[in-house]
């Protein structure tokens, strides 16, 4: 018999919250549980309790993922993420805003690397500021909104100019 089998749904959720495994924490951390079903919010308490049995050790209940920069700080409030992806070992919630812009600022280092180096450098030092900035779900759908015209000018160039450009998008943050 597994301790869940006690556990009312509040509780459960709280139980998922507290000791959830890292992979999933970033998610959990900003969304609202009660509208996950029964069956699904019962399933990750199982993975979570069976990540214990096995001796994982359980990370510390995420306060939200790291916003350092514009795109990453304006995606922190959506749920339309594509996957968990790996930033310099931490998880992040990968975006296909933040995909394609990634991808195409790789694609821009590689064609322009003079240009590249001047944009990044501008970026490296207003990005965390504005980043900073974003702090409700209203700010974050304006940055979103804001972000789109880059977003869509770097799946342009991807698409003109790369002919291996979808395995590009798929390679960001793997």
């Known amino acids: 018999m597994s ?19 890292r992979h999933i924490q970033g998610v959990l951390s900003r969304h609202d549980l009660s509208i996950v079903s029964d069956d699904v919010l019962r399933t990750v308490a199982e993975t979570v309790e069976s990540g214990e049995e096995g001796g994982y050790e359980a990370a510390p209940v995420a306060t939200g993922p790291k916003r350092d920069y514009c795109v990453t700080a304006a995606n922190s409030f959506s749920s339309g993420f594509l996957y968990i992806g790996n930033r310099s070992g931490e998880p992040i919630d990968v ?42 779900p209203g ?28 395995e590009r998008l798929n390679s960001q943050y793997r």
Do not use: W
């Open 3 to 21: 301790k869940l089998d006690n556990m009312s749904r509040e509780e459960m959720e709280d139980y998922v919250r507290s000791t959830g495994c």
């Open 95 to 136: 975006t296909a805003q933040l995909q394609r812009i990634n991808a195409g600022e790789q694609l821009l280092m590689e064609l322009f690397p003079r240009i590249h180096e001047v944009i990044r450098g501008i970026y490296d030092r207003i990005g965390p500021k504005v980043a900073a900035y974003i702090d409700s």
């Open 139 to 166: 700010k974050a759908r304006g940055a979103r909104a804001t972000l789109k015209p880059i977003e869509y000018l770097s799946l342009l160039a991807l698409v003109l100019l790369d002919p291996n450009h979808k």
